[in-house]
């Protein structure tokens, strides 16, 4: 997530256009969704937005509505990785497959990981229970 010092109406145009596009603004709730409105609206009228706490909560707001599936499971996958090398750091697993350090520093096989993992949590999912 980046840090912002002030925002303009455009910028908040922008990320509200892209959260409409991929549909993460319906993942808002109402009070989120009428905050960001509001502040859109202040923006345009008083030309940028200065307040520390306001801002945080914007930019918050706005790595919601930017968030992609990709990154989504490039996060999972990060993760993952870190996990494994935890795991073959102590078991001395390096000492033996040396090319697993580097595959663990690709982001290809992040993506891997990641789509891996999610795919695992949607498998092991009980049809019965009602998750779908």
């Not at 109406?9 to 989120?32: A, K, Y």
């Not at 990709?70 to 697993?93: D, F, W």
Request: aromatic share 10%.
């Amino acid at each position: 997530m980046y840090w912002v010092h002030a925002l303009n109406g455009v910028v908040l145009r922008r990320f509200l256009l892209t959260g409409l596009r991929n549909g993460l603004w319906r993942s808002l709730s109402s009070v989120e969704q009428a905050l960001y409105r509001a502040s859109m609206i202040y923006a345009g009228v008083k030309g940028r937005i200065v307040n520390a706490r306001l801002l945080e909560s914007l930019n918050s707001l706005m790595w919601r509505l930017k968030r992609n599936t990709k990154g989504i499971i490039l996060i999972l996958g990060r993760l993952r990785a870190k996990e494994l090398n935890e795991a073959c750091l102590t078991r001395g697993t390096f000492a033996w497959c040396p090319s697993l350090s580097a595959w663990l520093k690709q982001e290809d096989y992040w993506l891997h990981l990641g789509v891996t993992c999610k795919n695992a949590g949607v498998m092991s999912r009980n049809p019965r229970q009602g998750d779908f």
